[in-house]
Nanobody, 121 residues
């Protein structure tokens, strides 16, 4: 199993920046990809950014170049740099870790507890 802990959320003004971090521990070797998802009240959880162990990335359509995901192998962590934040970015942001296919029958996708991001003037 993989344990995920998010940090870096908070209150920021429109146009501001935040850097989210997610630290992974446990069975790190099973991870194929890690990512960030967000969920606003009344909305479905949606992909923000995702990065694989070979540094392939995927971003939600709403990002439009504002966000960047990166890996930190020495600390088994991923980071999300969020710039030019908008009020509609307000949500709980969750870290996610996907197992490799060979482990998917045994281990579920892991989720962190979430960190609140609020963009408001």
């Amino acid at each position: 199993q993989v344990h995920l802990v998010e940090s870096g959320g908070g209150l920021v003004q429109p146009g501001g920046s935040l850097r989210l971090s997610c630290a992974a521990s446990g069975s790190i070797y099973v991870i194929n990809a890690m990512g960030w998802y967000r969920q606003a009240p009344g909305n479905q959880r949606e992909l923000v950014a995702r990065i694989t162990t070979d540094d392939s990335t995927n971003y939600g359509d709403f990002v439009k170049g504002r966000f960047t995901i990166s890996r930190d192998d020495t600390k088994d962590a991923v980071h999300l740099q969020m710039n030019s934040l908008k009020p509609e970015d307000t949500a709980v942001y969750y870290c996610n870790a996907e197992p490799k296919d060979i482990y998917s029958h045994l281990l579920p996708t892991s989720w962190g507890q979430g960190t609140q991001v609020t963009v408001s003037s």
